[in-house]
Structures are given as structure tokens and as C-alpha cells.
């Protein structure tokens, strides 16, 4: 099985459908994931459901427009 241990994943789109589930088989083979997604609240449910499966997620709602801050998430 291919593992991503010690990687970090920025997963757009993350919040639901595909992209949800890109992030969630990524935090099971041991990636640290950017759960990135416009909506805020799925991003943020996306990354509890990501850590209560023991993975390592953050959430970040940045739309990638440029105007924001330009930070992602630190731990």
C-alpha cells in the first residue's frame, strides 16, 4: 500500500464528494492534510471526522482569490 507518511496534503474542494474523500484516504495512509474548501463548515466537519479516524487534519476555507491572507493553518 502506498503511504504518504511524513507528507503534507493540501486537498481543495475537501469539505465534500470527491475532494472529501481524496483527504480522507490520504489521512489514512498517514498524510497531514489542508482540508481546503469555500465552505467553512464543511471544511471544518470534514477535518473532525479526518482526526477522530486518527488522521491529522486543518481546516483552511481560503477561496485562493489572492485577497486573503496568503497563510495556510499551523500547527
Same mark, same amino acid.
Given at each position: 500500500?502506498?503511504?504518504?507518511? %511524513?507528507?503534507?496534503? *493540501?486537498?481543495?474542494?475537501?469539505? $465534500?464528494?470527491?475532494? $472529501?474523500?481524496? =483527504?480522507?484516504?490520504? =489521512?489514512?495512509?498517514?498524510?497531514? *492534510? @489542508? *482540508? %481546503?474548501?469555500? !465552505?467553512?463548515? +464543511?471544511?471544518?466537519? +470534514?477535518? =473532525? +471526522?479526518?482526526? +477522530? ?6 481546516? %483552511?476555507?481560503? !477561496?485562493? !482569490?489572492? @485577497?486573503?491572507?496568503? $497563510?495556510?493553518?499551523?500547527?
Amino acid at each position: 500500500m502506498l503511504r504518504f507518511d %511524513n507528507k503534507v496534503a *493540501v486537498v481543495t474542494g475537501a469539505g $465534500r464528494g470527491l475532494g $472529501r474523500s481524496h =483527504a480522507e484516504l490520504l =489521512a489514512s495512509r498517514g498524510a497531514s *492534510v @489542508v *482540508v %481546503n474548501d469555500v !465552505d467553512a463548515t +464543511a471544511a471544518e466537519e +470534514a477535518t =473532525a +471526522a479526518i482526526n +477522530a479516524a486518527g488522521g491529522k487534519a486543518v481546516a %483552511n476555507s481560503d !477561496d485562493g !482569490d489572492g @485577497v486573503g491572507d496568503g $497563510r495556510l493553518p499551523r500547527e
